[in-house]
């Protein structure tokens, strides 16, 4: 289980450019992107102008899960593209 203060660059699925993109949107911590959730940590980022795409929607799911984003599978991965609108 990953520490509430721990910073979104050491969850699992998330390298130094989405840590980063989420850094910028003001998501700095596992319980940041908890509070917000996967769809609309993803729209912000999306919002603010970084060309997220659906891979980093899918690691955001699964960072919080903390599981390896490919092994949400279909049913998942289509509910989370009809939520976040892509």
Known sequence: M???DAPVS???NLGPISA??????GILTAADL????SVIAFRI???SGCP???NLLY????ALRDMDWRELDGAEKDRL???SGV
């Open 45 to 47: 980022v999306k919002e």
């Open 10 to 12: 050491t969850m699992r």
């Open 2 to 4: 990953m520490k509430e």
């Open 59 to 62: 690691a955001l799911e699964a």
């Open 20 to 25: 980063q993109w989420l850094n910028n949107v």
């Open 52 to 54: 997220a795409s659906l």
């Open 81 to 83: 593209r009809r939520e």
């Open 34 to 37: 908890a509070h917000f959730g």
